[in-house]
């Protein structure tokens, strides 16, 4: 076992190995193709952002006054679009699954270190056309393309958007891949399958999605620009097509999508809280299957999106009994994080406070799609600010608090600094705050019957669009600190030590930051996963808060 | 802003309590079970927080603990499902002798047409307590008839029709949305629905100037298009005799049988070539471009007449009567 020994300064490590841009632009190291990789999604996180806040300043007054409505409804069809498919779909995945899916189990690397840079090569190639469909004029079909509207109505940039997601989709193809190679191939001596993070099982679940689902949404979106350029008749009542079918083509993978989002998040949440409360895992096996449920069910509910479409009734039994199905995985993880807890020994530091946030908004998440998939209910508030409200609860509230939670816990192991605690704790606090009150008027909006994607609204619903737009402003403040104290950490934060916090995966038994190969000699794993009651606590190791 | 608040909305519909009913319910059960979570996460979290000199105890998991706690949600759940599934039923199922109206949407308005054939542009006048049937294709994109007050919303495609129904309970003028994305004036693609006391609603009938009813306006375009030279009522023409049809099971060449509903009539007529009734020969052409979806819905609305006693605004009108001229309704 290599051990944790800290040498001051000047030791070479990743970061530090190779100077200069082609050093970055040329690298297969994995952990600089996920700081790559950070860079890019950061960047598109404030754009889609920035979308954002935009939406929320024209919705502070029924009116429809701020921007035109073409403009305005570019403004929800590009912030879905980057959202999704340049930020959410790669966050954890491409970051952290990529600094610290090798690490994990004791590996040097991807096992396809080149396709891993090429990955990253088709996002930014995909991201500089979406950039560029944004920079001619934008696009405004919403990110979910629906036919006849994206094939033979809309005069925007439909086709380059399409083909810009379609490259983005390789990228994502490419990382799932990896991983399911390196989880099954380079596994270190002794890191056996039910020794393996569960965040290893997050993300081998998260990749089979990713190779199983996103094939279908690019010959889906190829689909669409054939019928927009060459008019194929595929979705076009009028010469035999139909438009329904486009939407189960879309909804077959951008279902599963919403899985790929969360289940890195959820893997992310399970090493957080293990951690502050030094504790085993409760239920290793359960979360490890409830993970691989999700994945395989999540193939089964799609048309849950459609039952208001014009499906047959038996068609949106079946598919709504099915919805239910996936929940049970959901809340099987939401007991056994509770679980872990119990007895333990436990500690408020930010990614816990980020673990705390991510189970109570996922919790909402999960408890109103319940309502969702309830039929009678669905059809009510299918398309209001219901579903804007659950979906943003399920992919904001959970996905991205446990995107921000897990670079926190990693943030010493990847630049080798640590954060300052304190305002690590308050970003957190008023991203939870901000985040609901955004957030939960938009339910209350959504049953009341305000349609989603609106411009202009009557003007009783103005107040709770007030409190949501609000909120917003609140939240936008939480996502801006982090990155200021993060860029600052790296040249003022105090220097982590090798296992800051007294945590068991492999990835701290290497230095902080790693080597460029990871581990100076292979880790032989003798010992299970979360083996708190092994580890020496922080205090011991004389870490200083 | 203050002064119009609503925190729940208005209640106008047979539908409407029963959907609030499951809603409640959904609010009751899975705000307790939040609640639970919340509490015991902060519980523990207070009462195990970090303390020097105590450190963590290791707990083993528990099979039977999983199964309890797979086992009690999956029953809650297919509760729920069980419940909203037989709301969804009860949506999509209208009563017999429900009053049809016409629906045809665009960018970015709601054309609606009564049987009586009152048209009316992002209105919808309706009496209290009578089954309405809504009868709805889309001459573009996709758009979607949204009542907040009565729960039911519907898609509205274009080359086919969707249906919804609902009875109202109240009168009052209650939002009427589309709530698909249809492009630049989504959000104005608005309008209401009045709900008026049967008396009134006669009056608002009577009230205003039709050209002949939905049925006779269909009878009109059937003589016009030569529809009667093989749709015959007296002998077997080269087409199928259409008299009674409407709901009745039709056998097709192909061996499959298909019930006489509007989309099925709608469509023989726009692509007469999908279903070829058993015994004829696919010789009919199609209407796609010569009729519009305003005088497809007259043309079904006049099949469908066919098969109903003689009753109601559109009078008797007969398959093949030489009369080309509709009669005037009764009012001018």
């Given at each position: ?324 199905s996936v929940a049970v995985p959901s809340a099987i993880k939401v007991f056994n994080w509770t679980a872990t807890m119990y007895k333990g020994s436990i500690s408020y530091s930010t990614p816990m406070l980020y673990a705390f946030g991510f189970i109570g908004l996922f919790t909402m998440g999960g408890m109103t799609g319940l309502f969702l998939a309830s039929l009678g209910i669905d059809v009510h508030v299918t398309d209001t600010y219901f579903v804007v409200a659950h979906f943003h609860y399920i992919m904001v509230g959970g996905a991205v608090m446990g995107y921000l939670g897990g670079m926190h816990f990693w943030w010493p192991k990847i630049s080798g600094r640590m954060y300052p605690e304190g305002w690590g704790r308050l970003a957190a606090l008023i991203v939870f705050i901000g985040f609901n009150l955004t957030f939960f008027p938009q339910f209350i909006l959504g049953y009341l019957g305000m349609p989603r994607r609106y411009w202009q609204y009557p003007p009783e619903f103005q107040v709770l669009n007030v409190l949501s737009t609000a909120g917003s402003t609140i939240l936008a403040v939480g996502y801006v600190l982090p990155m200021v104290y993060f860029l600052w950490s790296m040249r003022y934060g105090k220097i982590a030590s090798d296992n800051p916090w007294g945590a068991a995966g492999l990835e701290w038994k290497t230095s902080s930051p790693p080597t460029t190969f990871n581990f100076d000699e292979t880790p032989v794993v003798t010992w299970e996963a979360y083996n708190y009651d092994e580890i020496p606590t922080p205090e011991e190791v004389a870490v200083e808060r | 802003m203050f002064n119009n608040f609503p925190l729940w909305p208005t209640n106008a519909s047979t539908i409407a309590g029963d959907v609030d009913a499951l809603f409640i319910f959904l609010l009751v059960v899975t705000g307790l079970v939040s609640i ?297």
């Amino acid at each position: 076992m290599a051990t944790a020994i800290t040498i001051p300064a000047e030791r070479e490590h990743y970061l530090n190995k190779e100077h200069g841009i082609s050093s970055w632009l040329l690298t297969t190291d994995h952990k600089r193709i996920a700081l790559l990789y950070l860079l890019s999604i950061t960047f598109f996180f404030f754009i889609g952002g920035f979308f954002a806040l935009l939406i929320r300043l024209e919705l502070l007054t029924p009116a429809g006054d701020l921007v035109q409505a073409d403009t305005y409804n570019k403004l929800f069809s590009m912030h879905g679009q980057v959202m999704v498919f340049f930020f959410l779909i790669p966050s954890i995945p491409a970051v952290l699954g990529n600094f610290l899916v090798p690490l994990m189990i004791g590996a040097k690397d991807l096992a396809f270190p080149k396709i891993n840079l090429l990955s990253w090569y088709l996002y930014v190639i995909a991201g500089i056309m979406m950039l560029h469909a944004m920079i001619t004029g934008g696009v405004d079909t919403g990110w979910t393309f629906y036919t006849p509207l994206s094939t033979a109505f809309s005069n925007t940039h439909v086709i380059e958007a399409g083909l810009s997601i379609f490259v983005a989709g390789f990228s994502s193809i490419f990382t799932g891949l990896n991983f399911v190679v390196t989880i099954h191939r380079m596994r270190a001596p002794g890191m056996t399958w039910s020794r393996m993070p569960l965040f290893i099982w997050a993300h081998y679940a998260t990749s089979i999605i990713q190779l199983l689902g996103t094939p279908v949404l690019a010959i889906t979106l190829v689909l669409v620009v054939l019928e927009r350029a060459f008019h194929l008749c595929i979705f076009d009542s009028t010469c035999g097509g139909d438009p329904l079918l486009f939407q189960h083509l879309f909804w077959f993978y951008s279902h599963p999508a919403v899985y790929i989002m969360i289940l890195p998040s959820m893997g992310v949440v399970t090493e957080i809280i293990t951690c502050f409360s030094r504790k085993r895992v409760f239920g290793y096996h359960f979360i490890a299957l409830a993970s691989i449920s999700i994945a395989v069910f999540g193939f089964l509910v799609w048309a849950h999106h459609m039952f208001v479409a014009g499906m047959s009734v038996y068609a949106a039994l079946a598919f709504s009994l099915l919805s239910y199905s996936v929940a049970v995985p959901s809340a099987i993880k939401v007991f056994n994080w509770t679980a872990t807890m119990y007895k333990g020994s436990i500690s408020y530091s930010t990614p816990m406070l980020y673990a705390f946030g991510f189970i109570g908004l996922f919790t909402m998440g999960g408890m109103t799609g319940l309502f969702l998939a309830s039929l009678g209910i669905d059809v009510h508030v299918t398309d209001t600010y219901f579903v804007v409200a659950h979906f943003h609860y399920i992919m904001v509230g959970g996905a991205v608090m446990g995107y921000l939670g897990g670079m926190h816990f990693w943030w010493p192991k990847i630049s080798g600094r640590m954060y300052p605690e304190g305002w690590g704790r308050l970003a957190a606090l008023i991203v939870f705050i901000g985040f609901n009150l955004t957030f939960f008027p938009q339910f209350i909006l959504g049953y009341l019957g305000m349609p989603r994607r609106y411009w202009q609204y009557p003007p009783e619903f103005q107040v709770l669009n007030v409190l949501s737009t609000a909120g917003s402003t609140i939240l936008a403040v939480g996502y801006v600190l982090p990155m200021v104290y993060f860029l600052w950490s790296m040249r003022y934060g105090k220097i982590a030590s090798d296992n800051p916090w007294g945590a068991a995966g492999l990835e701290w038994k290497t230095s902080s930051p790693p080597t460029t190969f990871n581990f100076d000699e292979t880790p032989v794993v003798t010992w299970e996963a979360y083996n708190y009651d092994e580890i020496p606590t922080p205090e011991e190791v004389a870490v200083e808060r | 802003m203050f002064n119009n608040f609503p925190l729940w909305p208005t209640n106008a519909s047979t539908i409407a309590g029963d959907v609030d009913a499951l809603f409640i319910f959904l609010l009751v059960v899975t705000g307790l079970v939040s609640i639970a979570i919340f509490i015991l996460i902060l519980f523990f979290a207070a009462k195990y927080r970090r303390r020097p000199g105590i450190e963590a105890e290791q707990v083993e998991g528990s099979t039977p603990l999983e199964i309890t706690w797979s086992i009690i949600p999956l029953g809650v759940f297919l509760v729920i499902f069980a419940w909203g599934a037989i709301i969804y039923f009860h949506e999509r199922t209208p009563a017999k002798g429900a009053t049809d109206v016409y629906v045809v949407a665009k960018q970015w308005m709601w054309k609606l047409q009564h049987e009586g054939g009152q048209r009316e542009i992002n209105e919808l006048h309706i009496p209290v307590g009578r089954d309405v049937r809504m009868i709805m294709t889309s001459q573009d994109v996709i758009h979607s008839f949204y009542v907040p007050a009565f729960r039911i919303k519907q898609d509205v495609l274009p080359g086919r029709y969707s249906y919804t129904w609902f009875h109202a309970t109240k009168a009052g003028t209650y939002h009427l949305f589309c709530a698909e994305y249809c492009g630049t004036q989504h959000s104005g693609m608005i309008g209401q629905v009045v709900v008026m006391e049967p008396s009134q609603y006669e009056s608002w009938l009577s009230g205003g100037t039709t050209s002949g009813s939905l049925a006779q306006n269909g009878e009109a375009l059937f003589q016009q298009l030569g529809c009667t030279t093989c749709h015959r009522s007296d002998v077997q023409g080269r087409g199928p005799n259409l008299i009674g049809l409407f709901g009745k099971t039709v056998a097709l060449e192909d061996g499959r049988t298909v019930t006489a509903d509007e989309d099925y009539i709608r469509e023989s007529i726009l692509n007469p070539a999908a279903k070829v009734v058993s015994g004829f020969k696919p010789i009919m052409p199609t209407f796609q471009s010569i009729v519009s979806e305003e005088q497809v819905n007259q043309l079904v609305a006049y099949i469908k007449s066919l098969s109903k006693p003689a009753t109601g605004v559109a009078g008797t009108p007969t398959i093949g009567s030489p009369q080309t001229q509709p009669q005037n309704p009764k009012v001018q």
